[in-house]
C-alpha cells in the first residue's frame, strides 16, 4: 500500500479596492485567496499612494510604506474567517485610505489608495 501525501496551496491573496466608499456607511470588502483567519486594516494615506522606492518582488511593502510613507494605521478588524467585510466606514470624508488584509501565514494584499466620500448618515 502506497502512501501518499498532498499539499494544497492556497491561491494568491488579493483585495478589491472599493468602488465608493462613504463617511459613516457601510461599504462591503471582499477578498480572495489566502488561509483565514484573516486581518483587514485600513491605513491613512496622506501622499495617497504607495512609497514608491521599496518594493519586495516588484510588490510594495505595505509595513514599509505604513511607517515610513507617513501613512499610519487607523483601525483594524482581527479574527475574520469570511472573505467579506463590512467595514462601518468610520474614517472622515475626504480622507485616502488602504485597506490591507493580511491572512495567518502573514500575507498581504492592498487596495489601491482611494478617498472617502461624504455620506449622508452620520457616526
Not at 8 to 22: E, M, Q, R, S
Not at 34 to 51: C, F
Not at 113 to 118: A, D, H, K, L, T
Amino acid at each position: 500500500m502506497a502512501l501518499t501525501t498532498s499539499s494544497f496551496a492556497a491561491d494568491p491573496l488579493t483585495i478589491n479596492t472599493p468602488a465608493v466608499a462613504k463617511q459613516c456607511e457601510p461599504t462591503l470588502v471582499t477578498w480572495q485567496g489566502g488561509i483565514p483567519a484573516y486581518q483587514l486594516e485600513y491605513v491613512e494615506s496622506p501622499t495617497g499612494g504607495l512609497h514608491p522606492q521599496h518594493k519586495e518582488n516588484g510588490v510594495a511593502d505595505p509595513l514599509f510604506y505604513s511607517v515610513i510613507s507617513g501613512g499610519h494605521l487607523i483601525g483594524l478588524f482581527l479574527h475574520i474567517n469570511a472573505t467579506s467585510f463590512l467595514w462601518p466606514t468610520n474614517v472622515t470624508a475626504g480622507t485616502t485610505v488602504v485597506l490591507e488584509v493580511i491572512d495567518s501565514n502573514v500575507a498581504v494584499a492592498q487596495t489601491a489608495p482611494f478617498v472617502i466620500q461624504p455620506g449622508s448618515v452620520g457616526c
